[in-house]
């Protein structure tokens, strides 16, 4: 009996471990012997992408029935630290030049990036504008709650920019992981202001106030798109970075408030 | 038999352990231990946990009391509101102490209007959010331990002309001395490792709000040698915890 009990065992540890295994296994597949893509394309993009890459990866399973597109939105230094570890995604679209580097440099990324869009920096206030922001110079200032991104992602790298070309030291009371914990730090009107991305002021609707500052145009933001290395759908890919760059989709960048090139 | 699981269950916890003994960057190390940024982020986690456990122990004991000794009606209710913290997934805790501390909050606006006082990103609202996720630790041990004395001792000094105070001061304490202490140390624990609450309520400054847990996610993505340098002095402070909890002194406690 004893032999039983122990096979018994063996036997329920090899069964987890295999229904383990299986729960790693993903569904991505390239295209069949018609041409036709299918299969699951995992995108990897910046935060401030969220509503355009979500619309234009609806507009995309509509035109390539049998694709069905899945992000990771978040702060693109973390998501290039993903990659770099060896994250299964298929596109990587950042929010700066230098994540994408830092990919290219781990050997993610063969293919050449492209700019697909740029974007400049808004001052963003809660509705009313408590604090009683007029522009820039109040992020010197130690009595505003004050909100940026972490200078590692590209939002928080540009405000150092923009910084450092007017002469103020900023005094922030927090550094966020991505531009939309900025925003949404200023929708709950916990800070008085913050510096986020134009686009992500117009995706805020009216939950939130814009002020322009005359230094915006000094620092744009340009984001590279690129299939990655590995990508275990690597047609798929291709064709979403493709589809990135076409007419359809420079209208939605446009009208989300991104310049196209 | 027991033992091929048990040995399955022993591996996966303490692979990861020694997988981060592996990777540390031995030769940098202390530099890196003796940095500015390592210094700041364990002596704010340090004094964090210390005032988050001060104020476990002062409002948590009397609690503990209350649910062990007094006949309240709806006990069983009040000790499970109580287990609500252990179990709340931490950001949970910190979304929720958001919406009532924060300055729009339910209480939070009042603080605000009245007082001018806000606690998200300050080292205050760090403190709070620590004290809310580890007090249910405490609390469970000491009504443990109380539950597990005899009340004869204090009815004894009652009926020898102590009051309520004395009898809880040298009777009481004394005798769950070692289910406080078992407490303090859990809550004390739980309290530094606090991540999910204290960046999602208190935000992330450096020196302010930027904690040890904190710390190591940042800096995952531009410099994971320090990152691991970080987790493991944690995983020494986090040692060194468990040690100190052993048998002999808090036999009957935990």
């Known amino acids: 009996m004893q032999i039983f009990r122990t096979a018994g065992a063996a036997a329920a540890v090899v069964a987890v471990t295999a229904a383990l295994a299986g729960c790693g296994s993903d569904d991505a597949t390239s295209t069949s012997a018609t041409g036709q893509l299918s299969g699951t394309v995992t995108v990897f993009a910046a935060a401030s992408l969220t509503e355009t890459f979500t619309k ?68 963003a206030v809660p509705k009313g504008n408590p604090g009683t922001i007029t522009g820039l110079a109040d992020f010197g200032r130690t009595e505003p709650r004050i909100a940026l991104c972490a200078v590692q992602v590209p939002c928080g790298a540009a405000a150092e920019k923009v910084f450092q070309i007017s002469g103020i030291t900023p005094q922030p009371d927090t550094r966020e992981q991505d531009v939309k914990a900025v925003l949404t730090k200023v929708t709950l009107d916990e ?71 | 038999m027991l033992v091929l699981p048990a040995l399955c269950a022993l591996a996966f916890l303490v692979t990861p352990l020694i997988g981060l003994l592996v990777r540390t960057p031995w030769a940098s190390l202390s530099d890196r231990l003796f ?50 913290p252990l179990v709340l997934p931490p950001v949970v805790g910190g979304v929720a102490l958001l919406l009532v501390f924060g300055r729009r909050g339910l209480l939070g606006q009042y ?33 443990g331990a109380l539950r597990s004395t005899d009340t004869r001792y204090e009815e004894a000094a009652a009926t020898l002309g102590a009051s309520p105070w004395y009898t809880f001061r040298r009777v009481t304490l004394p005798a769950i001395a ?32 930027t904690t040890m847990p ?3 996610y940042l800096a995952l993505e531009t410099d994971p040698d320090a990152a691991i340098v970080l987790s493991l002095v944690l995983l020494l402070v986090s040692v060194a915890v468990l040690v100190s909890l052993r048998e002999r002194w808090i036999r009957g406690a935990v």
């Open chain 2, 178 to 209: 070692p289910g406080v202490i078992a407490g303090g140390v859990l809550c004390w624990a739980r309290a530094l490792g606090e991540f999910g609450a204290t960046i999602t309520f208190a935000g992330n400054f450096p020196g302010r709000t």
């Open chain 2, 214 to 216: 904190l710390a190591v």
């Open chain 2, 111 to 143: 603080l605000y209007d009245w007082f001018g006082v806000s606690l998200p990103f300050t080292t205050p609202g760090v403190v709070v959010a620590e004290a809310f996720v580890a007090m249910p630790f405490l609390v469970i041990s000491v009504e």
């Open chain 1, 191 to 261: 800070v008085d202001a913050a510096l986020v991305y134009r686009t992500d002021v117009q995706a805020a609707g009216d939950k939130v106030q814009g002020i322009d500052f005359p230094e915006s145009g000094k620092v744009i933001n340009t984001y590279p798109i690129a299939p990655l290395a590995k990508a275990p759908n690597a047609a798929a890919a291709a064709a979403f970075v493709d589809y990135i760059h076409s007419d359809p989709a420079k209208k939605v960048f446009a009208a989300a408030g991104f310049d196209t090139p």
């Open chain 2, 35 to 84: 940095s500015a940024e390592v210094g700041t982020a364990l002596r704010l986690s340090l004094i964090c946990a210390t005032c988050a456990t001060a104020i476990c122990l002062v409002l948590g004991i009397p609690l503990a009391w209350l649910l062990a000794r007094a006949q309240l009606p709806g006990r069983g209710v009040i000790r499970a509101l109580v287990t609500v």
């Open chain 1, 56 to 123: 234009l990866g609806h507009d995309f399973e509509a035109a390539h029935p049998g694709v069905k597109v899945v992000y990771s939105f978040g702060g693109s230094s973390a998501l290039a630290a993903q990659i770099e570890q060896g994250a299964p995604a298929d596109v990587f679209a950042s929010a700066a030049p230098a994540n994408m580097q830092q990919v290219i440099d781990a050997g993610e990324v063969t293919a050449k990036p492209e700019t697909f869009v740029s974007n400049r920096l808004e001052i």
